[in-house]
């Protein structure tokens, strides 16, 4: 599984970094930083990303198997 980030699509909003802390962070600006750009997602990881790509308002996260 890897998680594709659509930074033009991506407002900040941090629903992302609350669901998947580890994953996730905003930095100062606004901008979304993925904390482990490991590829796939660690396996332990893997439920916190696909709630963190469901709950995002503006669809910017995707996950690919």
Request: proline residues 6%; charged residues 30%.
């Amino acid at each position: 599984m890897k998680v594709i980030v659509d930074r033009v699509r991506c407002e900040g909003h941090g629903l992302c970094e609350e669901a998947a802390p580890q994953m996730f962070q905003l930095d100062d600006e606004g901008e979304l930083m993925v904390l482990q750009d490991a590829e796939p997602v660690p396996a332990e990881q893997i439920e916190a990303v696909a709630d963190a790509a469901r709950t995002c308002p503006v669809g910017a996260l995707r996950v690919e198997s």
